[in-house]
Nanobody, 123 residues
Framework: QVQLVESGGGLVQPGGSLRLSCAASGFTLENYAIGWFRQAPGKEPEGVSCTSITGAITDYVDSVKGRFTISRDNAKNTFYLEMNNLKPEDTAVYSC????????????????WGQGTQVTVSS
């Protein structure tokens, strides 16, 4: 059974950093595309960053380019989202997701999801 558990969210001041982790179980992460998504109150879900199985394709939403980095550690069956220079507009619930095939960084293309972790950027 595919299970994803996020951790690392919290409250951070503008300009600060957080690293989100997504621990996977029940499957072998190296065979899956991975992604991070977020949803702020009153807004549509948004693909933040996704990458294909091999990493040959990596996508970032424009608003996080140069600040966020997606990565994976297949040996630990875990993937990450490093977030730097956080801004108040980054405040949202962040969810990780996986899919056996990479079609793009859209929530409709990912089959399995974690429960989400809150990230709040505020002074």
């Amino acid at each position: 059974q595919v299970q994803l558990v996020e951790s690392g969210g919290g409250l951070v001041q503008p300009g600060g950093s957080l690293r989100l982790s997504c621990a996977a179980s029940g499957f072998t992460l190296e065979n899956y595309a991975i992604g991070w998504f977020r949803q702020a109150p009153g807004k549509e879900p948004e693909g933040v960053s996704c990458t294909s199985i091999t990493g040959a394709i990596t996508d970032y939403v424009d608003s996080v380019k140069g600040r966020f980095t997606i990565s994976r550690d297949n040996a630990k069956n875990t993937f990450y989202l490093e977030m730097n220079n956080l801004k108040p507009e980054d405040t949202a619930v962040y969810s990780c997701a996986v899919n056996p095939t990479y079609y793009g960084c859209s929530n409709g293309f990912f089959r399995s999801w974690g429960q989400g972790t809150q990230v709040t950027v505020s002074s």
